[in-house]
């Protein structure tokens, strides 16, 4: 087990002199006996691969995806006819470098990928691990058996050809092309804007692809043959999200007004209305086929998929739309010109894709559940919704391949996320995990009030064991996004199932946990997640903050002086403002890089945006943000910041930092050289979250 002595020697950069560091050390000793009945380790439970990019063959009875297992990335592949999962790439080191985007080629049975993460505004590759030579983002392709991977070339979205011949993608601003037959590239085509969204058409003759101009964008459509682009009615909006019929003979794309002032972190619930556009190229006409209502639903949302238009084989369109104020999948009808809600109810759909005959689509939901997900069953023309996966644990991410075997990603309260063959609703995992889940607790769900009066979800971890009439110290998690929902069970993203991870092992040091599912999250509705005076508009969540403070303050087995609270990005801003402004509440917190001043980080994904123009808004989001209220903290806090992070500036912990210290605030410090928002590294994961248990144990216990 890591001690507190190693934690010091290796991971802390504390702020303040050499005689707290060794007061710190002797501390340690003296609370060696509370870490005595932790029952696992940190590195047990976080040790365990976390798949993701699982990706189905169209023409095979084959399926591939990634795991990361301790932070070694590589690809796994699965033939049915095989029976037996292989590891095709042989990677060795934590590096930090992702590896995304597979790809099957049939014709020559190999897989394509990308290897490396995206780059900054300055251009730079992420590069935790300080390589003097740099890193690289690299297309690659390998052998389904395995073996040394060939080289592509530089760039990234690959879309390979129906036919298979060639693979485009994005390079340096531009669309290039793969010649399979050659093994050479070359810059395909050279246009205005930065291209996106590239799509085939069916017969390998036509590209499609958008071009975003800043103000606005259009679809365009490159012909192979004659080395020609037109656009399809080009206008002032923004267009988007192009897919081809079938049959190759019309496209549909969204086609979103153009609004300015439109700033992230602010509630938005209604828009100018989005609508669905097709293009026939045997009448070479555009039509507006559908238009969202004014009011609620008229901003479009996004959901996890590969294109947000899905076009089925029975010429459906389906689309998701929350005009009846929930994340749900609408169907066109290109027949009759008919629309309709093909999933009603009181869920939101997230996880979307076309089976293998184009007929029918699988998504992920959480329908009869509303703090879990599993996977559905939708046929568009008939209306038919099946459950396809039961009701326990927590299933995402469905493909079929070929011979209409589903598979999914999938995890459980205890268990963590794994990959799944899907046979009569019974989940099989593809690979057998040696995983300390009798150590763990389901968690609970809880439904608590907000200091406002409104209904907050969150799960409730608990030691095992616990003593009757024993008050216990108590953390409080909020999660980062805010688009988030944390679930019970291990989380589908990698991050947050990192956070849950910490917090059922915080549970076993003998911590109550609540993970709080604030206003402005998703899973409850549009509403609920367009919450009034949210964020840079009034931080309305931290009422939440309070609600759930208060909450385990008045529960008979919380100590209600030892109440402690964590989070990363958005969560880390809501540690801050719970420290900031309810110091005699929170008695100490772990804010990892954490949203201090609103106008700083809308800045950072607005470069446009000038506070000094926007006086009024800017007022509000600086009051809505931590800083001004550090007259009023007192509590201890530990900052963790990667000085490369793209989401959040690493100066918002600088800043926090110095004006912590002009109040003579206690705090410490964990600094990772080189790394980015979501950590490359899984040694840093470790670092951080136990440089967070331990801090709690210091601060709580």
Same mark, same amino acid.
């Given at each position: 087990m890591i001690t507190l002595g190693n934690l010091l020697a290796d991971s802390f950069l504390i702020s303040n002199d050499t005689i707290m560091r060794l007061s710190l050390f002797l501390l340690s000793f003296l609370f060696s006996g509370s870490l005595s009945f932790a029952q696992v380790s940190l590195e047990s439970i976080m040790s365990t691969p976390f798949p993701t990019t699982l990706t189905s063959s169209e023409k095979t009875n084959k399926v591939a995806w990634v795991f990361n297992e301790k932070g070694v990335r590589n690809i796994w592949i699965y033939n049915a006819q095989q029976g037996s999962p292989q590891q095709i790439t042989s990677y060795l080191e934590d590096d930090g470098q992702d590896i995304s985007q597979l790809i099957f080629r049939t014709v020559s049975s190999e897989i394509i990928y990308l290897r490396g993460g995206a780059p900054n505004r300055k251009g730079e590759i992420p590069n935790p691990t300080s390589q003097p030579d740099g890193a690289r983002r690299v297309l690659l392709r390998i052998s389904e058996e395995g073996g040394m991977p060939d080289t592509i070339g530089p760039g990234s979205s690959p879309q390979l050809a129906p036919d298979e011949q060639h693979l485009v993608y994005l390079n340096k601003g531009q669309v290039w092309i793969y010649n399979f037959s050659t093994?050479?590239?070359s810059q395909l085509f050279k246009?205005?804007?930065?291209?996106?969204?590239?799509?085939?058409? #069916? +017969?390998?003759?036509?590209?499609?692809?958008?071009?975003?101009?800043?103000?606005h964008s259009f679809i365009g459509i490159y012909e192979m043959e004659s080395h020609q682009i037109h656009y399809l009615a080009p206008s002032v909006d923004r267009d988007n999200n192009p897919v081809w019929s079938p049959d190759g003979n019309a496209l549909a794309f969204t086609r979103i007004p153009a609004e300015k002032g439109i700033l992230p972190f602010m509630p938005r619930r209604r828009a100018l209305p989005w609508s669905v556009m097709v293009h026939n190229f045997a009448e070479g006409k555009t039509t507006e086929r559908w238009k969202a209502t004014k009011g609620q639903g008229s901003a479009f949302r996004f959901i996890s998929a590969k294109d947000q238009l899905m076009w089925t084989a029975e010429n459906f369109l389906v689309f998701p739309y929350e005009g009846d104020g929930w994340t749900h999948l609408w169907g066109l009808s290109l027949v009759d010109g008919k629309a309709k809600n093909l999933t009603p109810g009181n869920f939101e759909v997230q996880?979307?894709? !076309? +089976?293998?005959?184009? /007929?029918?689509?699988?998504?992920?939901a959480n329908k009869a559940d509303i703090d879990r997900q @599993?996977?559905?069953? !939708?046929? #568009? $023309?008939?209306?038919? !919704?099946?459950?396809?996966?039961?009701? /326990?644990?927590?299933?995402?991410?469905?493909? /079929?391949?070929? +011979?209409?075997q589903l598979y999914c990603l999938g995890s459980g309260g205890t268990s963590p996320a794994a990959v799944y063959k899907v046979t009569q609703g019974k989940l099989v995992p593809l690979v057998a995990s040696n995983f300390p889940e009798e150590a763990l607790s389901e968690p609970e769900q809880?439904?608590?009030?907000?200091? +406002?009066?409104?209904?907050?979800?969150?799960?409730?971890?608990?030691?095992?064991?616990?003593?009757?009439? %024993? %008050? =216990?110290?108590?953390?409080?998690?909020?999660?980062?996004?805010?688009?988030?929902?944390?679930? !019970?069970?291990? @989380?589908?993203?990698? =991050?947050? @199932?990192? $956070? =849950?991870?910490?917090?059922? =092992?915080?549970a076993t040091r003998g911590y109550i946990v609540l993970s709080v599912n604030y206003r402005s999250g998703i899973g409850y509705g549009m509403k609920f997640r367009e919450a009034l005076n949210y964020g840079a508009r009034g931080a309305s969540e931290f009422l939440d903050v309070m609600g759930a403070g208060l909450y385990m303050r008045s529960r008979p087995d919380v100590d209600p002086k030892k109440i402690g609270l964590w989070g990363g990005s958005y969560g880390g801003y809501l540690t801050a403002l719970g420290l900031a402004k309810a110091s005699d509440l929170f008695a100490a917190g772990v804010d990892i890089h954490g949203v201090h001043d609103w106008n700083v980080v809308i800045k950072n994904f607005v470069p446009g945006y000038q506070p000094e123009k926007a006086a009024e808004a800017a007022r509000l989001a600086f009051e809505s943000s931590p800083m001004p209220y550090v007259k009023d903290w007192r509590s201890p806090v530990l900052l963790i910041h990667g000085d490369d992070d793209r989401n959040v500036p690493f100066s918002e912990t600088v800043d926090i930092m110095e004006a912590l210290r002009k109040q003579e605030v206690y705090f410490e410090q964990l600094i990772f050289p080189d790394e980015v928002h979501g950590f490359l590294l899984h040694n840093n994961w470790l670092a951080a979250f136990n440089a967070t248990a331990d801090f709690f144990d210091r601060m709580l216990k």
């Open positions: 093994g050479k590239s246009i205005r804007g930065n291209p996106g969204n590239i799509r085939w058409s #069916p +017969d390998s003759k036509k590209i499609a692809f958008v071009s975003n101009r800043g103000t996880f979307a894709a !076309l +089976d293998a005959t184009k /007929e029918n689509i699988f998504f992920s @599993h996977i559905w069953k !939708l046929n #568009p $023309a008939t209306g038919i !919704l099946s459950n396809s996966t039961g009701m /326990e644990g927590i299933q995402w991410s469905p493909v /079929e391949s070929a +011979d209409n809880i439904i608590f009030s907000s200091a +406002d009066g409104m209904e907050i979800h969150g799960q409730l971890f608990k030691p095992k064991n616990m003593e009757s009439g %024993k %008050k =216990y110290p108590a953390v409080l998690f909020f999660h980062g996004g805010s688009r988030r929902q944390m679930l !019970l069970g291990f @989380h589908h993203r990698g =991050y947050y @199932h990192n $956070a =849950y991870a910490l917090n059922q =092992y915080l």
